[in-house]
């Protein structure tokens, strides 16, 4: 059985996500556009094959929690979601940055944790 691990901001360390588990190497992600990335609740390592944005988690869009949109509206640039092109979009309840969530109709939706998001195991 694996640890379930939750995600934090490591700021004020409230959690972002729910409790996930880390992809399998057997698992793949989806490259499909408008299809979550990584299948909810899981999270994987990024890699530039999936995202160019910094930070070090993928997380399934369904699997965030405490979080909001940035209050800077250049951040929150896409045509029908985020492109997360203008750096992270995504805060925690408190108003720190933690991520970038791309959701945009031309790619493949997920967020993106900063590389300073704390992983806490359950």
Request: proline share 6%; with cysteine.
């Amino acid at each position: 059985m694996s640890v379930r691990t939750i995600f934090e901001c490591p700021t004020c360390h409230k959690a972002i996500t729910r409790p996930l588990l880390p992809l399998k190497l057997d698992q793949f992600v989806s490259r499909e556009d408008r299809k979550p990335l990584v299948p909810q609740g899981f999270f994987a390592i990024n890699s530039k094959e999936y995202w160019t944005a910094d930070g070090r988690f993928v997380v399934n869009l369904a699997d965030l929690v405490g979080t909001k949109r940035h209050s800077d509206s250049g951040r929150l640039n896409g045509c029908c979601g985020l492109d997360g092109l203008d750096g992270p979009n995504l805060l925690c309840v408190d108003g720190h940055e933690v991520g970038t969530e791309k959701s945009d109709c031309w790619m493949p939706h997920a967020a993106v944790l900063l590389e300073s998001v704390i992983g806490v195991n359950e």
